[in-house]
């Protein structure tokens, strides 16, 4: 019959029957559950995690001490050891890997190169630049930090995209660039850290090593705040990297704006590396190590943007455990994390070249 809508069919041309559907759904179904099953073991693990750093210290306190702490019922000193010394570290450090691990998720999906992360393509190093020219430089902190680092971060980013594209995105070419704009962006730091005094250049030195050792309830504060406001949106414009995974072409085709939609997804990324610099340093590889982690656990179930938000959470607060409380000497914790995200690039590079996708 004229007009009539034929049956459904596969990209071969196979008709799809109920019992098919039925089936992608179960598969839908079951990949779903295993990714809250993941999610609700990696919020456990921080929770372990949050209790042993709490507790840990110079001066141990019991997990009754803890809790009557936190509920308002501790005494003056288990307050301030609480409240001032260990939960403004712990909790900037898990919103650190929090803000990290998703904004590595997001870079990587939507180039589609697992190396396209922020601290790989010199997004963290433009934050990191803009940061100490307002540290060393202007003598500023605080909040305007973290507006200096998005400023600089936003303006790597930008320019990485713009020499890029050629009529479209190439994942290879935007890693080459970034590379090199990470190269630049080091150098200007460099010469930042000669023109400044001994003291500060000591201080500069080790936020750019990646440390908490800093954080404050200010600092905890400012971040929480910012990521409570940009977190969600991520999460909600992170539905169209299914989409522009498939390809420009393609997302197009389905009625996706691939233009606008890859700039607010670079924006966002962008914010979520460039607070999280700016709270505590370019910690390296989280954002790099997050995502795939996070895939390999859920079975490879989309972007994974939750679950990589909650390892890069996990990732910086057990190197920031382990750099405290496990090691002969303490270290900060970007240390601790690049012996953890090293290895892996090499692995990652020398997997490419063997199996010819390095380019």
């Given at each position: 019959m004229a007009g009539a809508q034929g049956p459904v069919t596969e990209l071969g041309g196979t008709p799809l029957g109920r019992a098919d559907f039925g089936r992608v759904r179960s598969v839908r179904h079951r990949l779903l559950r295993r990714t809250i099953m993941v999610c609700i073991g990696l919020l456990i693990a921080l929770l372990v995690v949050f209790c042993a750093a709490m507790i840990v210290g110079d001066f141990p306190l019991?997990?009754?001490?803890?809790?009557?702490?936190?509920?308002?019922?501790?005494?003056?000193?288990?307050?301030?050891?609480?409240?001032?010394?260990?939960?403004p570290r712990v909790i900037t450090g898990m919103l650190v890997g929090l803000c990290f691990g998703i904004s590595g998720a997001i870079f990587q999906a939507m180039i589609r190169n697992p190396l396209a992360t922020p601290d790989?393509?010199?997004?963290?190093?433009?934050?990191?630049?803009?940061?100490?020219?307002g540290i060393l430089m202007l003598g500023l902190g605080g909040?305007?930090?973290?507006?200096?680092?998005?400023?600089?971060?936003?303006?790597?980013?930008?320019?990485?995209?713009?020499?890029?594209?050629?009529?479209?995105?190439?994942?290879?070419?935007?890693?080459l660039i970034g590379i090199g704009m990470a190269a630049v962006m080091s150098a200007v730091i460099e010469y930042q850290m000669t023109r400044a005094t001994v003291e500060?250049?000591?201080?500069?030195?080790?936020?750019?090593?990646?440390?908490?050792?800093?954080?404050?309830?200010?600092?905890?504060?400012?971040l929480a705040i910012l990521a409570v406001i940009i977190v969600p949106v991520t999460l909600i414009a992170g539905g169209w990297l299914s989409g522009l995974q498939l390809g420009d072409d393609t997302a197009q085709s389905i009625g996706l704006a691939v233009q606008?939609?890859?700039?607010?997804?670079?924006?966002?990324?962008?914010?979520?590396?460039?607070?999280?610099t700016a709270a505590a340093g370019p910690v390296g590889f989280v954002a790099f190590v997050s995502g795939p982690i996070a895939r390999r656990l859920t079975r490879g179930t989309g972007t994974a943007l939750i679950?990589?938000?909650?390892?890069?959470?996990?990732v910086v607060s057990v190197a920031d455990f382990a750099g405290q409380h496990l090691l002969p000497v303490q270290l900060p914790v970007?240390?601790?994390t690049a012996v953890i995200g090293a290895p892996y690039l090499i692995f990652l590079l020398i997997r490419s070249n063997r199996l010819g996708t390095g380019g």
């Amino acid at each position: 019959m004229a007009g009539a809508q034929g049956p459904v069919t596969e990209l071969g041309g196979t008709p799809l029957g109920r019992a098919d559907f039925g089936r992608v759904r179960s598969v839908r179904h079951r990949l779903l559950r295993r990714t809250i099953m993941v999610c609700i073991g990696l919020l456990i693990a921080l929770l372990v995690v949050f209790c042993a750093a709490m507790i840990v210290g110079d001066f141990p306190l019991g997990l009754s001490e803890l809790f009557y702490a936190l509920t308002g019922r501790g005494t003056s000193a288990t307050n301030f050891i609480v409240y001032d010394l260990r939960l403004p570290r712990v909790i900037t450090g898990m919103l650190v890997g929090l803000c990290f691990g998703i904004s590595g998720a997001i870079f990587q999906a939507m180039i589609r190169n697992p190396l396209a992360t922020p601290d790989i393509i010199g997004v963290t190093s433009g934050a990191s630049a803009a940061a100490v020219f307002g540290i060393l430089m202007l003598g500023l902190g605080g909040i305007t930090i973290s507006v200096f680092a998005f400023a600089g971060a936003l303006v790597i980013a930008l320019i990485i995209y713009l020499l890029s594209y050629r009529g479209g995105l190439s994942g290879y070419r935007f890693v080459l660039i970034g590379i090199g704009m990470a190269a630049v962006m080091s150098a200007v730091i460099e010469y930042q850290m000669t023109r400044a005094t001994v003291e500060d250049a000591q201080t500069a030195l080790l936020w750019l090593t990646g440390s908490l050792s800093s954080s404050s309830t200010s600092t905890m504060t400012t971040l929480a705040i910012l990521a409570v406001i940009i977190v969600p949106v991520t999460l909600i414009a992170g539905g169209w990297l299914s989409g522009l995974q498939l390809g420009d072409d393609t997302a197009q085709s389905i009625g996706l704006a691939v233009q606008r939609s890859r700039l607010l997804l670079i924006l966002l990324g962008v914010a979520l590396a460039a607070i999280a610099t700016a709270a505590a340093g370019p910690v390296g590889f989280v954002a790099f190590v997050s995502g795939p982690i996070a895939r390999r656990l859920t079975r490879g179930t989309g972007t994974a943007l939750i679950p990589a938000g909650l390892v890069g959470a996990l990732v910086v607060s057990v190197a920031d455990f382990a750099g405290q409380h496990l090691l002969p000497v303490q270290l900060p914790v970007g240390i601790l994390t690049a012996v953890i995200g090293a290895p892996y690039l090499i692995f990652l590079l020398i997997r490419s070249n063997r199996l010819g996708t390095g380019g």
